[in-house]
């Protein structure tokens, strides 16, 4: 039964990604061919699929054969968020390797992950949960009896950059945990080479914007290229 459901998450974390795909090649073409309105639409869309992903990805780690038992999951499952849960699943893994490493290097390890979690997991958290349930534009609070100003105007201010960069992040520090749990022999290795790039990734890309995605997809070869075939077809159609 344990299988038969780390298959199901599998499956539909794949599935998700092939829609991500999607999304990022129509956001592309929206940007090339400047058509705003509907790079908006694709943004609360990836948003809507980013929220999913997070859910189906984190279960798809807990239930990965030789990762937790079932008491661990059953414990982590506790939580009364994900991000809780979260907490618990890092916590748990570290108790997994108490026994192979020095504690000068887990509380080094914990630490890292500890706050990559706390900034780019736990923090957007209130915004993905109102993008999961439908409060795109006006957000309220938790009780849905008065206006979120502050969240309402962060949804505004949201971009297809921003959620791409959310997504890259999650995906490589869930890289990270995984090592943590089934690589007990490698992990040394392992985890210094995901964390490394999750740490490069996340320095790299803390200047990226729309504007910086626009440049760069506006400034590509590939966009000249089809930009000039457009220009002599177009001639085509007139002569």
Not at 57 to 80: N, V
Not at 122 to 131: C, G, H, L, T
């Amino acid at each position: 039964m344990a299988e038969e459901i780390y298959r199901a998450y599998v499956s539909n974390v794949k599935e998700l990604e092939k829609h991500r795909n999607v999304i990022v090649q129509l956001a592309n073409r929206a940007i090339r061919e400047n058509k705003q309105i509907e790079l908006n639409t694709l943004t609360k869309v990836y948003a809507l699929i980013y929220s999913a992903y997070v859910e189906d990805s984190f279960l798809k780690l807990i239930h990965t054969p030789q990762a937790f038992t079932e008491i661990e999951i059953m414990d982590i499952q506790r939580g009364r968020n994900l991000e809780e849960k979260w907490k618990k699943c890092v916590e748990l893994a570290f108790m997994k390797i108490n026994n192979r490493a020095n504690l000068g290097e887990i509380a080094n390890k914990k630490q890292t992950l500890n706050r990559i979690l706390d900034k780019y997991i736990i923090a957007p958290s209130q915004m993905r949960n109102k993008i999961a349930h439908g409060q795109w534009s006006v957000c309220l609070n938790g009780d849905c009896t008065k206006i979120n100003e502050q969240i309402s105007k962060e949804m505004n201010k949201l971009d297809f950059v921003k959620v791409d960069r959310l997504f890259s992040i999650y995906k490589k520090y869930q890289q990270c945990v995984l090592d943590l749990l089934v690589s007990l022999r490698t992990h040394y290795r392992d985890y210094y080479a995901n964390i490394t790039e999750l740490e490069r990734y996340v320095k790299e890309t803390e200047s990226w914007t729309l504007e910086t995605k626009k440049d760069k997809i506006l400034s590509s070869l590939k966009y000249k290229h089809h930009k000039s075939i457009r220009k002599m077809n177009q001639r085509r159609g007139v002569e």
